[in-house]
């Protein structure tokens, strides 16, 4: 079982920047595959980034590449999203998911799909303002 809890949330200007940090429980975090998603009031949830268990690999909807880094520490059992230049477009909430098979060798494609990760966190409010 992996329990997340995501952190780092909160009320910035446009151009401004945050670091969300989703904390993972659980000795399997360091074989994980772990994605950021994100949902504004009256949308569905959409993939942000993603970034392999081993660190080697990172993924990243088109409307954050550039501007969103996604990277982590497995020792210390944390996934964060870095991100930069926001714009109001950006408000949602965002949570973190981890993989449900440690260890798999998942394409870029597998990790954009929701029905990939097994665990998620409750999310952090990220509000962009104009």
């Known amino acids: 079982q992996v329990q997340l809890v995501e952190s780092g949330g909160g009320l910035v200007q446009a151009g401004g920047s945050l670091r969300l940090s989703c904390a993972a429980s659980g000795r399997t975090f360091s074989s994980m595959s772990m994605g950021w998603f994100r949902q504004a009031p009256g949308k569905e949830r959409e993939f942000v980034a993603a970034?392999?268990?081993?660190?080697?690999?990172?993924y990243y909807t088109d409307s954050v590449k550039g501007r969103f880094t996604i990277s982590r520490d497995n020792a210390k059992n944390t996934v964060y999203l870095q991100m930069n230049s926001l714009r109001p477009e950006d408000t949602a909430i965002y949570c973190c998911?981890?993989?449900?098979?440690?260890?798999?060798?998942?394409?870029?494609?597998?990790?954009?799909?929701?029905?990939?990760?097994?665990?998620w966190g409750q999310g952090t409010q990220v509000t962009v303002s104009s």
């Open positions: 998911a981890a993989a449900r098979r440690p260890g798999a060798n998942y394409p870029g494609t597998t990790l954009g799909a929701e029905n990939t990760y097994g665990y």
């Open positions: 970034i392999t268990w081993n660190g080697g690999s990172t």
